[in-house]
């Protein structure tokens, strides 16, 4: 095979694993992230990813919106009070076609604070949305 189609065909593979994974942005059939508001402060954050999207960038699109969140309702800080990383196999196809996918959700109950409150695991939401910005694939615009 000549190079300039082995450049070609690595040029395609890169962009079908990539249209697949999925990006930061609300809930969808692709997976995405929701919230629920429990108190004026307390929301359970959820992010669910699709069958390519591994437990590590669940983890950190999870963390993100928790941060996100936190600086749109005006807080500084949060903790996070219960986390759960879960994974579960669903069967796909028909017929003679049958897959296993797995797909993970982060969920969690998170708490959030204007000043810094006393705790071992404290976020302060606006460091920690910089250091995981280079992690987040924001989809067409995205820079990943």
Do not use: W
Request: aromatic share 12%; hydrophobic share 30%; charged share 20%.
């Amino acid at each position: 095979m000549n190079r300039s189609i082995h450049i070609h065909l690595c040029i395609l593979m890169i962009l079908l694993f990539t249209s697949c994974a999925t990006h930061y942005n609300s809930v969808g059939y692709r997976g995405g992230y929701s919230e629920i508001r429990i108190d004026e402060n307390t929301y359970e954050v959820t992010f669910k990813g699709n069958g390519y999207t591994c437990s590590e960038t669940i983890k950190r699109y999870f963390l993100y919106h928790c941060a996100e969140l936190t600086n749109e309702k005006g807080y500084s800080y949060f903790i996070i009070l219960n986390k759960n990383i879960d994974s579960a196999k669903e069967i796909t196809g028909y017929n003679d076609n049958v897959s296993t996918v797995t797909r993970t959700t982060g969920n969690g109950i998170v708490k959030m604070y204007i000043e810094k409150p006393e705790g071992d695991v404290v976020y302060n939401a606006t460091e920690l949305k910089e250091s995981l910005n280079q992690y987040i694939n924001r989809g067409k615009n995205s820079l990943m």
